[in-house]
């Protein structure tokens, strides 16, 4: 009984032992597109796309308050002041005498911001409650202002508010479009990440064939060395075929492993050990791209083009800065309110008197030495450069564009060449290796058959890791997506 009750635990223990086994070794299948997507959901990279854009948001905001009324209460409580001051007597003469005072004051302020002049409107409600504690005329009194209308009005300068309501909204606007292209370049590399862990799955699988394959006929090269069929130095090159092949088994499992850490830290899966296998895309898109949709695509999708305009609005703003600045200026300041005073708060409301003041403050140069002209000049001039920069920009991306599908055009064609021609080296491979173990050819000729063979998968696996790059790219070029023809946006 007991002999039976060890056997069932034996049991158990290598159950259990299977089932940790299994439980460590967890694969995860991925096709391209799920890894895109996964990297366009959750990744580190992503999020970081997300925080520049909500604070690209906030600054927008930030700069959309300036053009709404302002309500602000400012006030000054407690205000306590204990000095000796040299005050004037009723017969005119000095005398210095001690002064403690204590003050107060709040004032509230409602203002408006003109964009279309810059100038500023506001309304205020002023309170103001002086007590002295020392000297001759001790006691309270109060100051009223309860309601003041008025503005301020720059003449002839600057109007940076209408300025920025023109070149703001275009940075905003720039911002939406880079978080649609930062989604798309991380597609880019998410992309080059897959195929470098698939390259490297397949390379171990190439290389643990190769392995089983070279071993097979070391084996049999070794029966037909004992037979005397073969020379030594046949038997030596089928050996030495085997060790290379252990070592391309060793390096393909370390890149296996460095392709796997570096997908799993780009996904943000930093502690996530199960094993990533990739399935190969096979089917390549099906779709032609006209250039011209292209590149007006492009132009109205890609944030350089906004770039572009708001460059040049800005190159316009320094000329009107330039010009503003440097000539006549003057200030229109204008208000109306009511004021009364009183030595108690119940009648500082009552029967208020009229205010009114009006002045005009004004700048003009009279000898600046050429100074204000060399600084319209400059801004002119730099107005001119930044135009001709932009332009050609402008040209270069069209050129880009354009290069970029006909490229693309190549690599697809490349990508269906490069995929029969692994295919037919992988059968003559397999017919080679046939043939030597009937001893139909020689070691040379089976050698060569297999480093072509090895090449041709090489040059499909970098064919295809091609063609994908260049399909993202394409998109993120655009913003447009040509299979469902329709604009890239993401929410």
Not at 373 to 402: C, H, M, P, W
Request: charged content about 25%.
């Amino acid at each position: 009984m007991l002999i039976l009750s060890s056997k069932y635990l034996l049991l158990i223990c290598i159950v259990l032992g299977m089932l940790c086994h299994a439980e460590a070794q967890t694969e995860k299948v991925y096709t391209l597109n799920e890894v895109v997507a996964e990297a366009q959901g959750i990744s580190p990279v992503k999020l970081q796309a997300e925080n520049r854009r909500e604070n690209r948001y906030w600054q927008y905001r930030a700069f959309q308050s300036n053009y709404k009324p302002q309500l602000a209460l400012q006030g000054t409580a407690p205000d306590f002041t204990r000095s000796i001051l040299s005050i004037q007597q009723p017969d005119g003469s000095d005398l210095f005498r001690e002064r403690s005072q204590f003050n107060a004051d709040l004032n509230l302020a409602l203002s408006q911001t003109v964009g279309l002049t810059g100038g500023e409107v506001f309304v205020s409600s002023q309170l103001s409650r002086l007590q002295t504690l020392a000297g001759t005329n001790q006691g309270v009194s109060f100051l009223s202002n309860p309601i003041s209308v008025g503005f301020i009005q720059p003449i002839f300068g600057f109007n940076n508010l209408k300025w920025d309501k023109k070149i703001e909204p275009l940075r905003y606007e720039e911002s939406q479009k880079r978080y649609n292209e930062d989604l798309e370049q991380i597609a880019i590399q998410a992309s080059s990440l897959f195929f470098d862990l698939l390259i490297a799955q397949i390379t171990l699988d190439i290389a643990e064939t190769n392995l089983s394959n070279n071993d097979t006929i070391y084996k049999i090269g070794q029966g037909r060395y004992n037979l005397g069929k073969i020379a030594e130095n046949e038997l030596l090159q089928l050996e030495l075929n085997v060790m290379n092949s252990q070592q391309q088994v060793m390096q393909a499992q370390l890149d296996l492993e460095t392709g796997m850490l570096n997908l799993r830290s780009f996904l943000g899966r930093k502690g996530d050990t199960s094993e990533l296998v990739l399935i190969e895309p096979k089917e390549v898109p099906d779709f032609e791209i006209n250039i011209e949709t292209a590149i007006a695509q492009a132009k109205d999708n890609r944030e350089k083009f906004v770039e572009f305009k708001r460059r040049r609005l800005e190159a316009e703003r320094d000329v009107a800065r330039a010009k503003g600045n440097n000539g006549f200026n003057a200030n229109l300041v204008g208000s109306f309110g009511l004021t009364q005073n009183a030595n108690r708060f119940g009648d500082v409301y009552a029967n208020p008197q009229d205010q009114q003041s009006v002045r005009i403050g004004f700048t003009m140069p009279i000898l600046d030495w050429g100074r204000q002209k060399a600084q319209i000049q400059t801004a002119l001039a730099n107005e001119d450069l930044v135009k001709s920069i932009v332009g050609q920009e402008e040209s270069d991306f069209e050129r880009e564009v354009y290069v970029k599908i006909q490229n693309f055009r190549i690599l697809k064609k490349q990508l269906i060449s490069s995929q029969k021609a692994d295919e037919i080296a992988q059968r003559r491979y397999e017919i080679a290796r046939q043939r030597y173990k009937i001893a139909k050819i020689s070691i040379t000729d089976l050698n060569i058959a297999l480093q072509e063979k090895d090449q041709a998968k090489r040059s499909y696996l970098n064919s295809l890791r091609t063609f994908w790059r260049a399909y993202y790219e394409i998109r993120q070029l655009t913003l447009y997506d040509f299979e469902q023809n329709q604009t890239i946006r993401y929410q």
